[in-house]
């Protein structure tokens, strides 16, 4: 009886030691490797910010209606959003994927008379398979980051005018015309970043990327146009998000 005891005894001490270390172990790991992939193998972040185009101009064969300084400026301007997702297969390491999204808007008026209008819709989405490399913990809440992606890029750039139409009977209404045109192509991206810890399941994050594109014909839903030139759809991004890891 006295043997049985002990060995319980025993097991129940081992227990206890091996939880009470087990229990330090994720201590360690909460406070010094918030990141750690071992726990969180699986990262999605979530990004809005600002973006701006490349390109020196919009291509006047295509895009603009109206060729205006103000209005090709403007839509070098646009929101870029941006989800990314990333399994961390080693502690410096992790594969994915990116999605994509800028979108910039402008609308205008023919002359000072503001009898027609005129709105200028872009996007560009793309999505492609990611690699990306990340420093280990420093100073228990940064990481810092590099990531790469090739894969899809599709543009599209809706226009619409709005002009004034008179009848026999002298009554003035608006009439609208839009185009929309379209195109799909190869795209790239790198991208550096920067995170900041708040837990082992949340962190925040900021990013600076460059996207990669051109295209050298577009379409409508009746015809297809050979541009004289390529339009260049690379940009330049900043945002700030938000990292759950899992």
């Not at 172990?25 to 969180?40: D, L, R």
């Not at 603009?64 to 941006?82: C, F, P, S, V, W």
């Not at 793309?126 to 810092?144: C, M, N, Q, R």
Request: one cysteine or more; a neutral charge.
């Amino acid at each position: 009886m006295k043997k049985t005891l002990l060995v319980i005894a025993l097991f129940l001490a081992t227990t206890l030691v091996y939880a009470q270390e087990n229990k330090e172990t994720e201590k360690k790991c909460e406070k010094h490797c918030g990141q750690c992939f071992k726990h969180t193998p699986h990262h999605f972040t979530m990004t809005i910010g600002y973006g701006y185009m490349l390109s020196d101009s919009q291509n006047k064969d295509v895009f603009t209606l109206y060729q205006k300084d103000h209005h090709a400026r403007h839509m070098h301007h646009g929101i870029n959003y941006e989800l990314d997702y990333d399994y961390n297969f080693h502690k410096n390491m992790a594969f994915g994927f990116v999605a994509s999204m800028y979108n910039a808007f402008d609308s205008f008026y023919k002359d000072a008379n503001h009898d027609e209008t005129f709105s200028d819709d872009r996007y560009i989405f793309y999505v492609g398979p990611s690699f990306l490399a990340h420093t280990d913990v420093i100073k228990e809440k940064w990481s810092l980051y590099a990531r790469a992606t090739v894969g899809f890029m599709n543009f599209r750039n809706a226009m619409r005018t709005q002009v004034p139409v008179t009848s026999a009977t002298g009554a003035t209404t608006m009439t609208s015309t839009s185009f929309t045109y379209k195109r799909a192509t190869f795209g790239y991206g790198l991208e550096i970043g920067a995170e900041y810890i708040l837990s082992r399941y949340i962190s925040l994050d900021g990013q600076i990327h460059f996207m990669g594109g051109s295209i050298k014909k577009v379409s409508d839903s009746e015809n297809k146009t050979e541009l004289n030139e390529r339009e260049d759809l690379s940009r330049l991004g900043i945002a700030l998000g938000v990292k759950i890891k899992l």
